[in-house]
């Protein structure tokens, strides 16, 4: 049965409002001739970029752990599955991913290797992987105190390049009501190349906590999230030199819910050379509005 542990899907819907908004202060540009700050619209409309790499960014890396937990289902190695009981559209396919491990008897480390092949689509999210995940487990998954160490091996995602390492440490596991599992995600020297010109390298950590469903754990309809996160992202120029560095942050964490594709609420900063964009996803709702500020600039956006 396929996870139902992916608490960051709903960032995909993030940076394609992002895109609109940079539209917006777009326009404010275009109107330079008549504003006599036309350069100030112009950092504006960096940041605004930037905050929309980082989106990108960060959802290439969103399902890693979907998959980490996956494998350790399908090899025994976690002690509770988190899984669907009927979603035809959420299992996995009959062809990929495949997955192997080191070591099936006593003893750990564990290493287990995720083949997505030369081509492997999501039913769920619509990306296409391709490459090799290889996750190096401490111990049972849902464990506190056990780690997770992801590697890649030619490993692209909608024929994207992602590269680095990523540490899973587990925090705590419980089956209370208001728990569930609390988990840190650090992705050390992540690399990303949007385009030919866009080259990215991301280090950034952050925790992610289950606040409500934890009573449930086979029903993940109940599952709510909240998210902490700091880090950084560089631009890199073709010699590997850093040309520009993102500071990123979540003044408020982030709030998702399995029964909502949206963020509900939270914060999302960007920093770039002291001008700061922050996205607020509002006070709890379920919808798709977002308002992003920049400087003395705010705009409301759809995702």
């Known amino acids: 049965m396929k996870s139902y542990f992916c608490t960051n899907r709903v960032l995909a819907w993030t940076f394609s409002g992002l895109a609109v908004a940079a539209l917006f202060f777009a326009c404010k540009k275009d109107a330079g001739t008549k504003n006599p700050d036309e350069a100030s619209n112009q950092n504006d409309n960096k940041i605004m970029l930037a905050a929309t790499h980082q989106g990108q960014v960060d959802v290439y890396y969103a399902d890693v752990f979907s998959e980490?937990?996956?494998?350790?289902?399908q090899q025994g190695i976690q002690t509770v599955a988190r899984q669907s009981n009927g979603d035809g559209a959420l299992q996995a396919t009959n062809s990929c991913p495949s997955w192997g491990i080191d070591n099936v008897g006593p003893g750990w480390p564990k290493t287990v290797t995720i083949n997505f092949g030369t081509s492997c689509a999501n039913p769920l999210t619509g990306r296409v992987r391709s490459g090799v995940i290889t996750a190096v487990y401490s111990g049972l998954l849902f464990v506190a105190g056990s780690t997770v160490t992801v590697t890649f091996d030619n490993y692209k995602v909608n024929g994207l390049p992602v590269t680095g390492?990523?540490?899973?440490?587990?925090?705590?596991?419980?089956?209370?009501?208001?728990?569930?599992?609390?988990?840190?995600?650090?992705?050390?020297?992540?690399?990303?190349?949007l385009n030919d010109s866009v080259n990215i390298v991301y280090n950034h950590t952050k925790t992610v906590t289950q606040t409500a469903g934890?009573?449930?754990p086979f029903n993940?309809?109940?599952?709510?999230?909240?998210?902490?996160?700091?880090?950084?992202m560089d631009y890199k120029d073709a010699a590997g030199k850093t040309t520009a560095t993102v500071a990123l942050s979540t003044p408020i964490p982030l709030?998702?819910?399995?029964?909502?594709?949206?963020?509900?609420?939270?914060?999302?900063?960007?920093?770039?050379?002291?001008?700061?964009?922050?996205i607020d996803y509002g006070n709890g709702t379920c919808d798709n509005i977002a308002t992003i500020t920049v400087g003395d600039k705010s705009k409301q956006i759809t995702l």
């Open 68 to 73: 980490v937990n996956e494998a350790a289902k």
């Open 255 to 278: 709030h998702t819910a399995w029964s909502c594709q949206y963020i509900t609420k939270g914060q999302l900063k960007a920093v770039l050379n002291n001008l700061s964009a922050v």
């Open 220 to 232: 993940p309809g109940d599952d709510e999230f909240d998210t902490n996160g700091a880090g950084n």
């Open 165 to 193: 390492k990523i540490i899973y440490t587990v925090n705590s596991y419980s089956t209370d009501a208001k728990g569930g599992i609390s988990f840190t995600q650090r992705i050390i020297d992540g690399g990303i190349k």
């Open 214 to 216: 934890g009573a449930t």
